[in-house]
């Protein structure tokens, strides 16, 4: 049997046992939870910059998107609030729509 050992969606159980595959899960704790999105959030950015067409992308992007859901209670957030500081953000130094691409910055 394949051993994996990382975070997987909520509802891979049903799927494996509808397939009737064998596996072995737990729940992981906070930190440890918090710990396994910060891994998934690296092999989803991974598969998001080795996409090649817009819907590969688009689904990476939903992974990374459903990893950040994640990530708010256990920092006790809201999406609302991040939304929030992502607004704020913006509006003090922009956002990256305009692709600008800085090469060097002097003392002049």
Do not use: C, W
Not at 26 to 49: A, G, M, P, Y
Request: net charge negative; hydrophobic share 35%.
């Amino acid at each position: 049997m394949p051993i994996y050992n990382k975070l997987v969606r909520d509802l891979i159980p049903q799927v494996i046992e509808k397939s009737e595959g064998k596996f072995t899960t737990r729940i992981l704790d906070k930190s440890e939870h918090l710990t396994e999105i910060k891994n998934k959030l690296h092999e989803e950015v991974k598969e998001f910059q080795e996409s090649e067409n817009r819907l590969d992308a688009l689904e990476e992007l939903a992974d990374i998107l459903e990893l950040i859901h994640a990530a708010l209670p256990i920092h006790e957030a809201t999406y609302d609030e991040l939304e929030k500081i992502r607004i704020a953000k913006k509006e003090k130094r922009g956002g990256f729509e305009e692709g600008i691409f800085l090469i060097e910055v002097g003392d002049e």
